[in-house]
């Protein structure tokens, strides 16, 4: 029986393996790629994808794109335009075709959106809408802050972050809309109209995370920004990355490159707000401090201008011997005077001795006797209502005058006076010195007051 050779030639890839490995060597060595050319073959189906080639003078590259990647393109190609893709080269390996999966299409050249861009961005300017002088005040510290965007995008996370880290006290309120696509102009106008109905936020952002001119351009219509324009609301517009730039962007009150920066621009930096608390409540203390210690010493400067009413009545009385020493003094000089004068004409009479001059003389002597008389009672009148005067006015300053009102001196079984319910304890002895008489107790409760 004979041996049969054995096989030497190299493995044979099947087909499937070939395109398979074809397809991943093109995958890797193109991640993405911007072709320009013109389009040719274009087909629609019922799945809404779309399906052409791509060719120049020379050659020509199959293209697809997709339904999910179409839905962006607001006007719809034609046979013969001049397009720029950008796309992923790829074989589709059932007929091993390679083509490019396109992810954005655009006119070539400066391209139709960015022809509407620049027409109404030169429109509006020229009508004033970007002019600062128009633009409203974004309030330092915001009471309400209203977000417009879509609820499950990433720049409502991000605003939200950011707000929760810096100031978690401002309430938000999401006003919900669509960033992208066709419906979306007409909801951001909506919502815009909603929120200032609201009238809760005192400061709006509007925008939306990064992606293409396509992506963004529902921020560049006329009718989102007039809205904008038109808000009693501050605006901030926070559209896409620091590079891109919206219509929205010139109309708002405030630019801010991300949305991340809008929140960080008009929400306060709370550690900020605690660091001037802290230094605000410093302040306080040591200026009430001052003021204690001011008051202290006020306080101390009446206490002791505050005269003892006791010296006060010693200085009365004093006053008082004094002026009746002046008044005993003054009536002794008198009469002394008026004895002397009497002496002198006596003297005078008895030298003459005629009958009519010692009755003349007689008569004078008692004239002057009774003008003594009533000049010593006058006298001793008004001396006395002085006195009277003095000793009324001693009366009202007097302690017993005090307790002839109803009040009490309360002296404890050593004779000190009690001034504080603290300075007895139950069960002891106390003398109450009223206005006439006084009274003896014995201490059952004691209500102190706190001082």
Request: net charge positive.
């Amino acid at each position: 029986m004979s041996t049969p050779y054995p096989d030497t030639r190299p493995r044979a890839l099947t087909v499937s393996e070939l395109n398979h490995q074809a397809r991943h060597l093109l995958e890797s060595s193109f991640m993405q790629v911007w072709v320009e050319g013109e389009l040719s073959g274009f087909s629609r189906p019922s799945s809404g994808h779309w399906y052409f080639s791509l060719k120049d003078q020379k050659c020509q590259i199959r293209c697809a794109m997709f339904r999910g990647a179409n839905q962006r393109i607001r006007a719809i190609p034609r046979e013969g335009d001049q397009i720029r893709i950008r796309g992923k080269v790829t074989l589709y390996e059932n007929r091993g075709d390679f083509q490019i999966i396109v992810e954005h299409l655009e006119p070539a050249g400066l391209g139709a959106l960015q022809q509407a861009f620049e027409a109404l961005k030169v429109r509006l300017q020229a009508e004033g809408l970007f002019d600062p002088t128009v633009k409203k005040p974004i309030p330092a510290t915001p009471k309400h802050i209203g977000v417009i965007t879509s609820p499950t995008g990433a720049a409502i996370h991000d605003i939200l972050t950011v707000l929760q880290r810096r100031c978690p006290a401002i309430p938000v309120t999401l006003y919900p809309t669509s960033v992208q696509g066709q419906a979306a102009t007409s909801e951001i106008v909506q919502a815009i109209a909603r929120a200032q109905r609201h009238g809760v936020a005192d400061v709006l952002i509007i925008g939306r995370g990064g992606g293409s001119l396509e992506d963004l351009w529902c921020f560049n219509e006329e009718a989102v920004a007039r809205a904008i324009a038109g808000c009693t609301i501050p605006t901030v517009s926070a559209v896409g990355h620091e590079v891109d730039v919206t219509i929205a962007d010139f109309v708002a009150d405030l630019r801010a490159p991300t949305p991340s920066a809008a929140a960080e621009k008009i929400s306060p930096d709370q550690q900020d707000w605690l660091r001037r608390l802290r230094e605000q409540q410093s302040r306080l203390s040591q200026s009430a401090t001052r003021l204690l210690k001011r008051l202290e010493n006020q306080l101390g400067h009446l206490s002791a201008r505050l005269r003892d009413p006791r010296r006060e009545l010693q200085e009365k009385a004093q006053r008082m011997d004094e002026l009746e020493l002046r008044l005993h003094k003054a009536i002794r000089e008198r009469l002394g005077q008026q004895s002397q004068k009497t002496g002198h004409l006596l003297q005078r009479m008895n030298a003459q001795s005629p009958q009519r001059t010692l009755k003349a003389a007689v008569e004078q002597t008692a004239a002057l006797q009774q003008r003594l008389n009533l000049a010593t009672r006058h006298l001793l009148r008004q001396h006395q209502d002085r006195l009277q005067h003095v000793a009324q006015t001693l009366n009202v300053v007097s302690p017993l005058a005090t307790l002839g009102r109803g009040y009490a001196i309360v002296r404890d079984e050593q004779g000190q006076i009690i001034r504080k319910a603290a300075d007895v304890q139950q069960g002891s002895r106390i003398t109450a010195r009223l206005g006439q008489g006084s009274v003896s107790a014995q201490v059952t409760e004691i209500n102190s007051l706190p001082e």
